[in-house]
């Protein structure tokens, strides 16, 4: 069984960090891209940014490059999402998921991750 | 980059009824367009990928169409378990692969 687990969310000021990390299970992690999402409260689904399947591309928002570090850890079956000067706005539930693969979308995601960023 | 512009924002329908959403792309991208659903507290589904194929397991009274820039999802029969939130998103060519705004499908 496909699993994704998210975590490492919490309260932070603005300004801040955190790492969020999902941990895969039940496919081989190496074979697919890998994508994060977030959703702010009461608004819509955000692509963040992804990571191809060796790490060696990564793509991100506009609104997050420079601040965001997408990468993973193919031996651990882990993606990673490395958060620094942290905004308001930053705050949102953040997703893994899996894929896009080609012509597909993303079909398996985790549960998700909340960010906070309160003074 | 590529924007996503989804229709209507809200929808109340009937169980029973069949709604219709829409999905347009500032430029072509094919058929590279899918479709989520996403209740509260839940994560995302994926429900239709390239346009017009029903993921794995899930019930034919949804239904995806369209090419090039304009698209609809489809869903027939409504049943209370589909009362969500549905977003469109477009996957072609280079990131970002950017969301619709969201349908809030709403029972009558």
């Known amino acids: 069984e496909v699993q994704l687990v998210d975590s490492g969310g919490g309260l932070v000021q603005p300004g801040g960090s955190l790492r969020l990390s999902c941990v895969a299970s039940?496919?081989?992690?190496?074979?697919?891209?890998m994508t994060w999402v977030r959703q702010a409260p009461g608004k819509g689904l955000e692509w963040v940014a992804n990571i191809k399947q060796d790490g060696g591309e990564k793509d991100y928002v506009d609104s997050v490059k420079g601040r965001f570090t997408i990468s993973r850890d193919n031996a651990k079956n882990s993606l990673y999402l490395q958060i620094n000067g942290l905004r308001v706005d930053d705050t949102a539930v953040y997703y893994c998921a899996r894929g896009p693969t080609k012509g597909n979308g993303l079909d398996y995601w985790g549960q998700g991750t909340l960010v906070t960023v309160s003074s | 980059d590529i924007q996503v512009t989804q229709s209507p924002s809200s929808l109340s329908a009937s169980v029973g009824d069949t709604v219709n959403i829409t999905c347009r792309t500032s430029?072509?991208?094919?058929?590279?367009l899918n479709w989520y659903q996403k209740k509260p507290g839940k994560a995302p589904q994926l429900l239709i990928y390239?346009?017009?194929r029903l993921q794995s397991g899930l019930p034919s009274r949804f239904s995806g169409s369209g090419s090039g820039t304009d698209f609809a999802l489809t869903i027939s029969s409504l049943q209370p378990e589909d009362f969500a939130t549905y977003y469109c998103q477009q996957g072609y060519s280079s990131p970002p692969y950017s969301f619709g705004q969201g349908t809030k499908l709403e029972i009558k």
């Open positions: 039940g496919f081989s992690f190496s074979s697919y891209l």
């Open positions: 430029q072509t991208i094919s058929n590279s």
């Open positions: 390239a346009a017009s």
